[in-house]
């Protein structure tokens, strides 16, 4: 960490969009510029926009001699190397050496993780979770991920991968996931597993609902929350049935490493009482008593479009 | 920790005896000495004794002038605040702040923790784990216990109490378990939940079993691991069926912390292949693509009659 430089660079890497920008030390953005992920056939034409991007924002401010670091937030993404690891959904595959490239086109110290580490690190340094030292961060998107944070420090693991929550066992032998297992927490509470209990749902049963007028194939989370607000039963279902999953597996990772809280990040974790309550519910009914009304469930506290960047940024603090 | 002490004092207080110890940097057991745990109706008669023992085996190898610092392990022990904490399987109920009283007593820094997390130390310091930095120890016993170790140190979590991976859920609405709650991993993978599905299979079940010749609520995880050296099918069956759930549940614990190892512990991890192949299978075949065929599963390298005396012994270093 740079005491003297005020600000660092975060970019956040996602499958669709790449968003960069310069932060303040009080985790203000400053400046930030977007591109599209996947207008880039090869991953050196696509790190070249990004190195000159990340050139734009750092002369608006001054030059890179005021820069502390660059932290960078990206799926599959591994702490301990830096590179980009077989991501699912990138249009690269293989090993992409996103932290070195970075670190030697515009020679400032990079450090590299995946998103949901990052936003862990966002809420811890800017966030609902400032000031605790054992929280778990979980992501609800397309895909279910999380950061945990044990003694003030993120989890990596002997390896960099460690914080795959999302895929733990929900069900045994449930729901096919992406990753090849079966029955994957993110199966069934990721915002793509909530449209799929709805279409499942929708299909075995015959109770009216709205979710009925909408084609099956195209629902998302966002329709049956809209049908939950306005009081559909079978959305409201939905909800329960995502929310108790979801509570289940969080007293097991209660188990793990008792944190004070755990935040949830995302379009759903917005969902109020609607998801919390029963998350809430099914949680505190698989605690082991000395853990029982203690856990804290609170959604992020940082703007979504702000999250992820801030949190490779505040990463960027620690860069060496 | 006090560099120019050649020793610590350790001790290892379980339900039915209590062990004490001094030990060398080297992790030798100097001398020792043993209580009968439930001999004494009040606590402090219990800690009157136990204080009386450390003088004498602190006096023998030169005073306590020698000794760096005195570690417990202890069920149910928090290493926040030194205390017991409503321990089932002791005879004295409610808050036993054993570390203040011993420290008061024996005027040396105390710290306490609970049993399996010494475990996890005494295997770190002169174990199967030296040198790793991210693994889990996992006790087979009564119940199951686990320590997690994370970046080289102990997660104990916001208060004290994290790593109950033992009642993390493996079949959801199982076997009652202990704590109130309902399929926990111990209920089925310690050595009485061993029992439990031996009793379960015999009385379910018409197939011959040497296990048939025993009276069906005496049968111990030693009487199965018998019978199954002998080639019995029952037998073996458990072990496979107990095997598959600790795999499952391992596989899991890897998605938390991407440990290097799983270090197990216990008369019933001292079962070679008939344990360790159906655990290994099933933790292979639950384990994301990057995991598989690279962490490792070991049996403790520490003698169990030494091994709890060893990680409080090893805890004593760090006292303060």
Known sequence: ?????PYVLGVDMGGTNTVVGVVDTLGKVVNSAALKTRDYIEFEDFTDALVKACRRLMSEVGGNDLIAGIGIGAPNANFY???IENAANLPWKGVLPLGEMLNKALDLPVAVTNDANAAAIGEMTYGAARGMRD??????????????????QLVYGSDGFAGELGHTCAIRDGRQCGCGKKGCLETYCSATGMARTAVELLSTRQDASLLRDLDPAAITSKDVYDAAIKGDALAKEIFDYTGRIMGQAFADFVSFSAPEAIVLFGGLAQSGDLLLKPI????????????????????????????????AAALGWKAQ
Chains 1, 2 share one sequence.
């Open 1 to 5: 960490m740079s005491n003297c430089k």
């Open 81 to 83: 190397s830096g590179n």
């Open 135 to 152: 929280f778990i961060m979980i992501t609800l998107g397309t895909g279910v991920g999380s950061g945990i944070v044990v003694n003030g």
């Open 280 to 311: 809430r519910e099914a949680m505190e009914a698989n605690l082991l008593p000395y853990w029982k009304g203690k856990v804290k469930l609170i959604p992020s506290a940082l703007k979504s479009s702000e999250s992820a960047i801030l949190g």
